[in-house]
Structures are given as C-alpha cells and as structure tokens.
C-alpha cells in the first residue's frame, strides 16, 4: 500500500453502454430494411449502400484529420447517416448520388456544425433534399424492369388505390428502405431497448393518423389510413429520422409537441401539396422548431411541479395535470387543420369551374370551328362507366376525363373533343385535350396540366413534338425513340424524354380508342 | 487508533485528553463544541499518543486524537448493560442520543440529537426508517436488519416517542426479502410502525426521493425533511440510538461492507472507529490474489470518496470500502464522446433535473440559467447521470464545482454588501 492510488470525483461507476454501442445498435435495427431493399431492388441497391456508407465514413475521417480531432469517424454515427441517406434513395440512382448525398450531409450539416450531437436538422434529411433540389430527375425515377412507374405514394396521391400488402412489405416501387415492415421492427427494438424516445415516434404516427382521419375526407376507414402508413416513409420518418438526438427536444412534452408537429405536417403535405417526400420535408421543419421548443418546454425539477399537491400532500385529478401547453396546442392544431380544410372547401368550386374553364378553352383550341360542346347520353354513360379507372389495358395508366361533341352555330357536327391524362409522366399527370374534326381526322393536341421537367419532358409541348399529331387519321400510335419516323402512324420522341412523349402517346391513344369505341358516327 | 475530531457535519468536538493519559473503551475523548456538533468516544484502551494532524481519508490533515492501542479493550464503567427505559422522558432519550455520540451513519454525519429537535415535533407525521442502502456494493443496511431487527424497532419506538402525532416506516427496497421479513416479524404488534417495501433503485434511500416515495410530499432542496413532517433515520443509527438509551452505550463501533471486485473476502464488519482501512483489509484477507488495486472508495461506488492511501482511519459516517481492479475513471476518459443528446440523464435523475442542459450552461459559463432556469442547485449529486451517460460526459464532476462557483460568488456577493 504504498504507491498512491487514483484519486477522482465520483461516481466511479459507469454503465456498460457508449456512445458507440447505441450507434451499433442503430445500425442493426436497419439491417432488416437493407436486406429486404437488396432484395427487393438487387444488387445496385446494395452498391448504393456501400458507396454512400464508406462516402460518409471518409468524409468525416477526412475532416477529422483536417481539422486535427479526435478520431470520431469510428462511432458508428456516420454509417448511421451514410445508411440511413442511401435508405432514402431510389435504387436506380447512379453512386454518384450517394456519394455526394453522404459528403453533403456529413461535411456541411454535421461536421461543419460541430460534430455528433450538434448538428440542427437531421444530416440524411438535408442531404436528401440536396439531392433532390440538384438531381431531381434521378432522385425521383423509380423504375420497375427498365420502365419508370409511379411509387404507391404518388399513386395515392394521385387518388388511386394501392396493394396494401406489398407495399407493407416493401416490394412496391419506391426508395431502398421502403419496407415499412422492416423498418417497424427495426424501430420497435429501438424503442424497447430504450434508446430512440416513444414519445416522439409514437406521436409522429398518431399525429398523422389523427390528421389524416379527420381532415382525410375518409375519416377512420382503416384500408385509406394503413395504405398511407405503410408506406416506409412514416415509419422511417416517426422511428428513425424524428427521433435522431440532436434535433429532437429534450423534455418529454417537448418531444411530445414535436412529434405531433412532424406528424400533422407530413399528413398536410401529404393531403395538401404534390409532393411525395412529405416526410423528409416535415421533420426538417420539425428539427428547426427544436430550439424554439426547449427555450419554452422546460420540465421542472422535483418539487417544482405540481404546488398544489406538494402543499397539499394530495393528488392533482388527472384532467388537471395535462398541462397547458398540450392543451393550447391541441387547440391550435385543430384550428388550423379546420381554417385548410375550410379554405380548401370554400375554393375547390372555384378552382373546378376554373379547370373547366381552362378545359373548355384547350378544347377550342383543338376544334376550332366549334362554338357550342354538347354532352350526349351515350357518352356521359361510358364515362361514367369508367368510374375513374384505368382506361383499357395497352395505355399504360390513362384515364378518359371528358368528352364532348363539337357543334358549330346551326348545329352541325364540327368534330369531337376528349380530355384524356396519363399517369405515366415523369413528374406525375400529363393531361391533354384531343381534337378531332367530323371525319375523325386528328387536329392536334393541347395539354391542361404538364409539370415535367423544363428544358426536357417539357419540350412535348413544342410544336415539333406536338404537330405531328395533326392531320393524321390512324387509331393507334406508337412511339418512336430513335426518331426520323415516316410512317403514319409513327411519333418521333423528344429526345431525352421518352418518358414524357411515351406518356403523351399514351393518352392520346387512349382518347383514340375511346373514340373509335363510343363516339365514332356521331352517337 | 486515530480518531478525526471532525467526525460529523458542524463545529469539529474539542478534544478532552492530553498526550499520556490512559483512556478505556467507550471514554468520551473529545467533546461537542457547541450544538452542531457530537462528542467522540474511544474505542480501544490504551494511552493516548498525541494530539496532532494526521492525514484523513479526503486526504486534509485535520487534527485528530491518537491513541496506543493496548490490545485490552478494557471498557470504561456506566454502559453494557439492560436498564429498563418504560416511561422514559423525552429530555432523557435526547440526552443519552447526544451523550453517545450519534450521528447520521447514512454517509451524512448530521448529529442526531439535532435532528430529533426540530422546532415543532408534534408536526412531525412520519418517521421513517431508512433501510435502503445508500448505494450499490454497500449492504451493511441489509445485514443490520437482518440480524438486529428487534434492537432497530426498539429504537425506531424510541424515537416515535418524542413525536405524538408521528407514525413510523420502515423503508427497505424490494430485492431484500430476508431483511423485510425480518423487519416485519419484529415489528408485529406495533401498531404505529409499518414496513414499506421501495423500488430497488439507486438513490431511492435519497432523502428527498425517499419521502416522496413514503410520504408523498416533494420539497426543494432549501428545505429539511423536519419542514414537510418528516424525520429520516438510516436504521444504523436507530440501532445505535437504541444501544445509547437502552444501554447507555457511546457510539464507537459500526456496521461497515467491504466490497469491490479486488477484494478476497468480501463481507459486512463490526468495525470499531479509528481502525484504519488498510488494517480492515488485513484482517478480513486482504487482496484477491495477482490483482492490483486501482482505486479505493470510502463508501460506494457512487458517491464515495476516492483515496490515495488505505492508511487512513474509518470515521463514524464511514459504513463501507469498495476496492476495484480497474480505475472506471480512466475507462470512461477513453471512452469520451461529445453529447449525444440522448437525454438518457434527465430520465435517471431523481430530482427531475436536465444535467445535458445544466452541463451546456455551465460549459459556456452561463450561471444564472444554471441556477434559475435549470434549478442547477437542487442537483442531490447522487452520480446517476454520469453513470448512464454514454458519452462518458463527466456531468456530476461539473456539477460539484458549478455549484461550489455559484456559492462562492453568493458568498462574495453578501460579503460585498457588508
């Protein structure tokens, strides 16, 4: 007994779990969702993991030895991110987008912030939205065999139904990590093993629940509510991305009210904007309230809490402990949730008679001659018979709107006019009015919605992509990628845009055949 | 034998022997100077050595009564045995507490004959027993009850004596069935008196946590448990109350653990004051073999106190020694990361507390929220959070010398307006 002992201030106990461990762990509750990613999508999707991974992990290495610091590369925290960003890529994106995407996230939203912990949104997030704000073409192609489709979300979106099912599992179009079912079990072992906080997941999903029941138009139809949540997105978003430490608040009401807001944000996006990344946008905007959060949700202390039952020895009835703030914003929310609703009530006739407005003047502009569209029974039938599904079998996704008979100013049958859309286009719906004159002889085309991407899908409205369908009289038209078409029934691609064109083709092909099939001869 | 002057929390006793004289075992050695504060009894016979500075287990040099032990352990006259206390008055029972010496043996050292006098007894509703252990590795509570049950109810009687209005709890955490049922088959039959069995978690023997637990009431840290009706006693001290007003008995001897993995014999001690730790090892063993010591705490491994040296005597306050092979300090510095934010620490405080939030604050100097926002001072410094912390953050280290910097500058503050 001699030497000296270490002297230090206690405790001088410490639990087994570091920093380390926890990250660990993360990245093993993700394993499932990547192996059923690879699965799902192949071994590209596989090679995006590992590109944006080693991306993240030498960008931090990099920056360590730069920046002369600790080594923190060796965390486990950056192959969280590296993962979790390549999770929420498309699996046909070039590894270009990963690596990027990683060195984004890690160099500017972390690193440059102050490392592990520091960081005020969530790295994967802002550099998803990087990638889509710089690539967002790739960023949003989601392919199925070689042909882009649309992801069970946009077709939701879009109104339409969606299997359930696979989408559950995970083996619908979308990102890598799209298998809510992976993802929920990954994110329930998270939960049990106490590291990500109930309190934010489970808020985030019942906030957009909520949300969606009562503003959805649907109420609590259960197929409507589980087709939304089963798609990876909330999940990914509830367990993993709003519940990343750095940016989420630290008392518990805090991450209460947090991930109510996430939740009720990405259910707005969902209802009411076009976009399919609902969620990454909503927990970024969740992230950036954090700070405003803790300054104002700040649990008391023992003894500070409740005075009326510390001075009176007696418990506080249950109504009287929720406190305010869950209250005030509980109130707020439905208020605003109503003012959208009501705002979207109050304008949808406007923008209906808008639309047909637009469609009336789109149909002048392809039967010219007409001054008078007329409805007949037949026709109002067939549609009506449509109900809104797809039309036939051969024109990809292509729906029949409308259809009207075009008179001139004693009577006579001028032409016909059809509203057709396409589900196909590379940004969602390609919609368009086809004119015809009395002899069935094509007089072109105008498009009524088209948000395809300038410079290139956007081009379908040029005059010569466009053109070529006038003066033709064929039922059927196929697209020609190669171009230099001399065949009648043949329409040259723009190029770098056979996505866009095929979509186009398609609808007109659609208006076709359903002229040929109820409207042909003038029933 | 070495016995510190300042064995308690106030005014170190006065000693009332000089080098040469002979003293017995149980002889009042050194005397309470003024009301905080407690006599100190020999316990050992032999002569006394000096009085001098000697080295204590914080490592100060305070001064202390040294005296050569004789081996004899001839005991003084007027303790030892039986007398019949039935009808005891209250002026006596408080009496014989403070002749005995008695402090809180909870790890605190607050004397007891103090804290039975609070200003108004009759608003005292709960006495409470606090058999918890005050920390992992320390199990002297448990052995106590287990196998001095009745000696601890006759003194937890003794002190429902003073307080009419006052019912007694006897508070054990739940992964102690023997001690429980051991407790509550003395306690039968009384019908003040009732055994609680408490969530086995560290610090649920807290002071403050504890009374929540039992009586429901929270209170800041400005308060004392006296002030929400409420008197805590660790059941150590009760058995000692008891050996003092039953037997007359100066407090002089304790129940103590040694523990830890460097330790052969691990176990509970009868340890008589003054001994020094390193001759407790001896006695009980020593090391386990081909182990090195790295780090010795006097108490647990929580909140007790890290030694240079084992050379130093065992205090009243003093109820364990934890020896560990490996020094869990230098583990964690190896293992530091930046915070995580994980907010693991605000769900073990027991207080409620933010520490990653008081941690940030006191990092950037900023004081006031420190205090005002974050209730920075009502931290019991009970370690939790810096066991639970994975990013080896050394919350509780930060703490202490926040809290000692903001009392300081309070100091200076009313020092300044004089």
């Known amino acids: 007994m001699n030497t000296a002992l270490n002297i230090s201030s206690g405790p001088h106990a ?15 509750s993700l394993l499932p969702t990547v192996v059923i990613g690879v699965i799902a999508n192949g071994l590209h999707a596989l090679m995006i993991i590992l590109s944006s991974v080693i991306a993240a992990v030498l960008s931090e290495f990099v920056f360590d030895k730069l920046c002369h610091k600790k080594d923190t590369w060796k965390d486990g925290s950056a192959v969280i991110t590296g993962l979790m960003l390549a999770l929420c890529l498309s699996p046909s994106v070039p590894l270009y987008i990963p690596i990027l995407g990683s060195m984004f996230a890690i160099l500017v939203v972390k690193c440059c912030f102050g490392g592990l912990g520091k960081n005020f949104i969530n790295p994967a997030l802002a550099a998803r939205c990087f990638l889509l704000i710089s690539f967002g073409t790739a960023m949003t192609r989601f392919e199925v065999d070689g042909v882009s489709t649309a992801t069970p979300i946009a077709d939701l979106i879009g109104g339409n139904t969606v299997n359930i099912t ?22 329930l072992v998270l939960w049990a093993l106490d590291i990500i906080h109930g309190e934010i997941c489970f808020s985030v999903l019942g906030g957009f629940t909520l949300f969606l029941a009562i503003f959805g138009g649907r109420g609590f139809d259960p197929r409507f509510l589980a087709a939304h949540i089963c798609g990876g997105g909330v999940v990914m978003g ?5 519940t990343d430490y750095a940016t989420s608040p630290v008392s518990k009401l805090g991450q209460f009210v947090y991930g109510t807001l996430i939740g009720v944000l990405g259910a707005i996006f969902r209802l009411y904007g076009g976009t399919t990344d609902s969620f990454s946008y909503s927990v970024i905007i969740g992230n950036l309230f954090v700070p405003l959060i803790d300054m104002y949700i700040i649990a008391k202390p023992f003894a500070y809490r409740r005075t009326a039952e510390r001075k009176t020895g007696q418990s506080v009835p249950l109504l009287k402990r929720v406190p305010r703030p869950v209250i005030v914003l509980t109130a707020i929310t439905l208020i605003a949730g109503l003012a959208l609703s009501g705002v979207y009530a109050m304008t949808k006739d406007t923008i209906d008679e808008q639309k047909r407005a637009a469609n009336a003047a789109s149909y002048g502009a392809v039967v010219p001659e007409a001054v008078n569209f007329e409805s007949s029974g037949a026709i109002d039938k067939a549609i009506e018979d449509l109900n809104g599904q797809v039309y036939g079998s051969d024109f990809g996704r292509a729906y029949i709107n409308e259809a009207y008979i075009a008179k001139d100013a004693d009577g006579n049958t001028v032409g016909y006019a059809i509203s057709a859309t396409s589900s196909d286009g590379f940004d969602g719906n390609v919609s368009l009015a086809v004119g015809l004159n009395a002899e069935g002889v094509l007089n072109g085309i105008s498009f009524t ?27 059927k038209f196929t697209l020609n990628k190669a171009g230099g078409s001399t065949e009648d029934d043949q329409i040259d691609s723009v190029s770098g845009a056979s996505t866009t064109s095929g979509a186009v083709v398609n609808a007109v092909n659609a208006a076709l055949d359903f002229f040929h099939s109820f409207m042909k001869g003038g029933n | 034998m070495v016995y510190p002057l300042s064995q308690h929390i106030g005014k170190p006793a006065k000693p009332i022997v000089k080098k040469g004289d002979p003293v017995l075992v149980g002889q009042r050695i050194a005397e309470a100077d003024g009301f905080v504060s407690a006599h100190i009894a020999c316990s050992c016979s032999g002569t006394v050595k000096a009085v001098e500075k000697r080295r204590t287990l914080t490592g100060a040099m305070l001064d202390c009564i040294v005296v050569d032990n004789d081996g004899q352990y001839n005991r003084a006259q007027g303790f030892g045995e039986r007398e019949d206390v039935t009808g005891i008055s209250r002026e006596e029972i408080l009496r014989r507490v403070q002749d005995a010496g008695i402090v809180g043996l909870g790890g605190a050292g607050f004397p007891t004959h103090v804290k039975l006098q609070p200003k108004d007894p009759s608003a005292i509703r709960y006495v409470i027993a606090n058999g918890a252990e005050c920390e992992p590795y320390l199990t002297c509570n448990d052995q106590l009850m287990r196998t001095r049950a009745e000696a601890i109810i006759e003194g937890l009687e003794l002190v429902l004596s003073l307080f009419e209005n006052a019912e007694g709890v006897i508070a054990i955490e739940d992964n102690k ?3 429980i049922a051991a407790m509550k088959q003395a306690a039968e039959g009384k019908k003040r008196i009732s055994v609680r069995a408490l969530k086995t978690k560290y610090p649920e023997g807290g002071e403050r946590t504890l009374i929540k637990v039992i009586a429901g009431v929270d209170y800041p840290a400005k308060l004392l448990p006296a002030d929400v009706g409420c008197i805590v006693s660790n059941v150590g001290s009760l058995y000692a109350i008891q050996r003092a007003v039953v037997y007359r008995e100066p407090l002089f001897s304790h129940v103590f653990t040694l523990s830890g ?8 001690f009868i340890v008589r004051d003054g001994t020094r730790f390193s001759e407790l090892l001896e006695a009980a063993g020593g090391l386990k073999e081909g182990v090195t010591l790295k780090k010795a705490l006097a108490g647990g491994p929580m909140m007790g106190i890290a030694m240079s040296s084992l050379d130093v005597p065992i205090m009243k306050m003093n109820n364990g020694l934890t020896l560990m092979s490996e020094d869990p300090e230098e583990v964690a510095e190896r293992q530091m990361t930046s915070c995580l934010r994980c907010g693991r620490c605000s769900t073990v405080c027991p207080i409620g507390l933010i520490p990653q939030l008081m941690a940030d604050a006191a990092t950037v100097g900023d004081l006031e929220r420190y205090e005002k926002k974050l209730y920075g001072l009502e931290c019991v410094q009970c370690g939790s959070c810096t066991y639970i912390c994975p990013a080896k953050r050394p919350l509780m280290q930060t703490f202490k010398q926040t809290k000692a910097e903001i009392l300081a500058r309070k100091r200076a503050e009313a020092g300044g307006k004089k």
Do not use: C
């Open chain 2, 261 to 268: 993995d460097a330790v052969k014999n691990p176990g509970n």
């Open chain 1, 238 to 242: 509830a367990f993993f991305m709003a």
């Open chain 1, 449 to 475: 919605e088209l948000n395809e991407t300038p410079g290139m899908g956007m081009r379908v409205d040029e005059p010569a992509f466009k053109d070529q369908f006038a003066g033709r009289s064929v039922t």
């Open chain 1, 14 to 28: 410490r639990d087994k779990w570091t920093t380390s461990y926890i990250m660990h762990v993360v990245i093993l």
């Open chain 1, 166 to 187: 696979k989408m559950f599992l995970g083996f619908t179009p979308g990102v890598i990590g799209s298998s809510a079912l992976a993802l929920l079990v990954g994110g």
């Open chain 2, 177 to 179: 069935p023997v001690a």
